[in-house]
């Protein structure tokens, strides 16, 4: 059986929030524990576990096992990318702003941003239908 090919990391880019956490990363600013956690939970999704942990380390602010555990953490739990409304919660937790232009509305919206891996959009689905079944009873 052949190992789907995730997106990359031109994808990942087309989104503004991810470019604007990719930069800051890149070059070398700490973008906080929750900037770290963003990028895990939506690089996961479109970058190699390698290229997402060495992406992480270059931000600074945690170790090397602390990311790699992060990261495995990550994809185990299957973790989808969080909403605007959890990255403003995140972004009051710490110094680094999470989203370049958080007064925007749409600034944020990841799911608005980038075309998700069908992975997500059918473990929303399943979750929405459980919710609905278990409101039903």
Do not use: C
Not at 38 to 66: C, H, I, N, P, W
Not at 67 to 95: C, F, H, T
Request: net charge negative.
């Amino acid at each position: 059986m052949a190992t789907a090919t995730k997106p990359g990391m031109d994808d990942l880019r087309k989104s503004p929030t991810m470019t604007y956490l990719l930069d800051a990363a890149e070059g070398g600013q700490d973008i906080g524990h929750y900037g770290r956690l963003t990028l895990a939970m939506v690089g996961s999704k479109f970058l190699e576990t390698d290229d997402l942990v060495a992406t992480l380390l270059k931000s600074g602010g945690a170790e090397e096992t602390e990311v790699k555990a992060m990261v495995q953490q990550v994809i185990e739990r299957g973790y989808n990318p969080p909403s605007r409304a959890r990255l403003q919660e995140w972004s009051a937790e710490q110094d680094f702003p999470l989203m370049p232009n958080p007064d925007d509305p749409d600034s944020g919206n990841l799911y608005r941003e980038l075309t998700m891996p069908d992975e997500v959009i059918e473990s929303i689905e399943e979750y929405r239908e459980q919710k609905l079944e278990a409101s039903e009873s």
